[in-house]
């Protein structure tokens, strides 16, 4: 048994002296002594506490609540609005307009206060929207006051122990390099959070932009049925009655929520992780659409910034629609109506890592295509690099910008509207969601889409496991001979074919390493005869693919052993 190292002992003790938070404070302490006393787990947890400052990741920072510098406690909020603040001022925005606002996650509250608190000492004019409201409405606040910055405290599909900060820049979208390092080194150079100055001269902001953004939302459908039986969850989150208002002001009334998920719950005491795209976590939604005998499910996320949509299977039952599958549908009915003469030179883009049938999609539309880094900080940039154009995107884990003149970030309230409009116009047709995939696959081919994810906490790790592919790629995968592609970013690994893709990446939310995965299969023309109707062909290629997705799969899970 070892004895604790000296320089982590000092700066433990510094760090609880310096806390604002006596609660936190005490925390840090206890943990403290029992590493002294010899504790091995509470040396572990002591070292990670004080591994480092959070960092701005693919959606800001993010991290347990807990004290310490590599947490989300009071302390971390106010020494990184500060340094916020500190960047605003030496880019010329001092005495600007800065927006915050918040989830319903433990801690939110006060880490809200706080920040405003922080801003308005340092002179900006900063307004703190009431209550816990979605991300996409901060983010459009931004640009509706004509803000410098925003700050939303949010974890956003994080397990309930989590918080998270995230930063938009006057255009209303997440920083970028080398905005984050700048932001980080300003934090650094930051003293203790005991001194950085709180004011109580911020407001709450009293202009009814909920009620504005809602409004605008229901503008955004481009069919006019309306019938529509719609089963849905906030996931414990703050976007229930935002849901529910919005799809009424579009016109859709037939709403039913999930009863025991609708209210906020820092819990999220009915599912073991608040994300649509985990197992389970859509149980509740999709009963509660079998017993209404709904024709649409829809799931948001806690912050309400994604959107899953669940649709009926032709032999009964309901399944969920990967997001790969709400993308490419929204994409093709946003293309399909879209105004030329308003947007003569439309732009769609998507990430690396979800489906390319986004880009034979555009390319039926005569629209431009782009594939950028993961996370909507870069799609709302894609094309030039200020998203110029850009009428649609979406990245496979669930996040949709159908409105992004209004929204330059994930929008899962927005997206719902649509993808209720995009149902009701179907079900008007004697069709469903399902058969419009068909339709899509039978002219673009059949894309499958897959990850292999592998929980690694060490970040050292997760780099030696990516440089090693990079090193020694294969020279094969599922029976296709694979090229290493030009790297994008030095931790992201590409292997392409023509019919098949792997891009593996550490996550930028969570202690992983992933594979993304993509198989395409052409599905073959109608025999001259009319043998062999369409879904019986795109179903041909289905299972084709399946075959080879499921080879691809277990060939990449040993790749990363």
Known sequence: MSGLDPALRTAA?????????????????????????????AKAELADRLAGPLTF?????????????????????????????????????????????????????????DAAGVLAAAGFDTRLLPGPLPTPLLAGAVRR????????????????????????DGEGTQIVPPADSEVEAAIERVGPAFTVPLSQGWRVEDRDLLGEYLAHV???????????????????????????????????????????????????????????????????????????????????DPDADRCAVGTREPGGGWRMLRGDETGVLL??????????????????????????????????????????LTGFKWLVRAGDGRGTGLVFAYEEALGLSVDPEVVRDKDGLS????????????????????????????????????????????????????????????????GVPVSL?????????????????????????EPKLKAYLQVVEPVADAAPDGGADRSDRVAAARERAEARLTELRDQVAELLR
């Open 13 to 41: 003790m510094r760090w609880a002296a310096e806390d604002v938070d006596e609660d936190d404070r005490v925390e840090l302490q206890r943990v403290l002594a029992s590493a002294m006393a010899g504790d091995e787990s």
């Open 57 to 113: 990741g693919t959606a800001g920072l993010r991290g347990p609540l807990r004290a310490g510098p590599n947490g989300m406690n009071r302390s971390v909020v106010i020494r990184a609005t500060a340094g916020v603040a500190a960047w605003l001022t030496a880019h010329g925005h001092a005495g600007g307009v800065v927006v915050v606002g918040r989830d319903a996650r433990h801690g939110s509250e006060r880490f809200a206060t």
């Open 145 to 168: 006051l004509g803000a410098v910055a925003g700050i939303q405290i949010t974890a956003s599909h994080n397990p309930p122990a989590d918080n998270g900060y995230k930063l938009y």
């Open 218 to 300: 229901g503008t955004l459908p481009r069919g006019s049925a309306r019938d529509l039986r719609i089963a849905a969850t906030p996931m414990h989150g703050v976007g229930g009655e935002p849901l529910v208002r919005a799809l009424a002001a579009a016109g859709f009334h037939d709403v039913h929520l999930v009863p025991e998920q609708a209210e906020p719950d820092p819990d999220f005491s009915t599912v073991a992780f608040p994300n649509p795209e985990e197992p389970g976590a859509t149980d509740l939604l999709l009963a509660l659409a079998e017993r209404v005998e709904a024709d649409l499910a829809i799931a948001l």
């Open 331 to 372: 994409a093709e009915h946003v293309l399909a109506a879209l105004d030329r003469a308003a947007h003569p030179d439309p732009l769609v883009a998507t990430t690396i890592v979800s489906s390319s049938m986004l880009a034979s999609v555009a390319a039926a539309h005569d629209a431009r295509y782009d594939e950028t």
């Open 415 to 478: 997206a719902a509207v649509l993808a209720a409009d995009l149902a009701a116009t179907r079900k008007a047709e004697g069709s469903d969601l399902l058969a419009a995939l068909d339709e899509l696959a039978a002219r673009h081919g059949v894309h499958l889409t897959d990850q292999v994810s592998i929980r690694v906490t060490d970040q050292a790790e997760r780099a030696r496991l990516v440089a090693g592919v990079r090193g020694r790629p294969p020279a094969e995968l599922a």
């Open 485 to 509: 592609a030009e790297p994008r970013a030095a931790d992201i690994v590409e292997l392409r074919a023509q019919s098949l893709r792997v891009v593996i990446r550490p996550s930028g939310t």
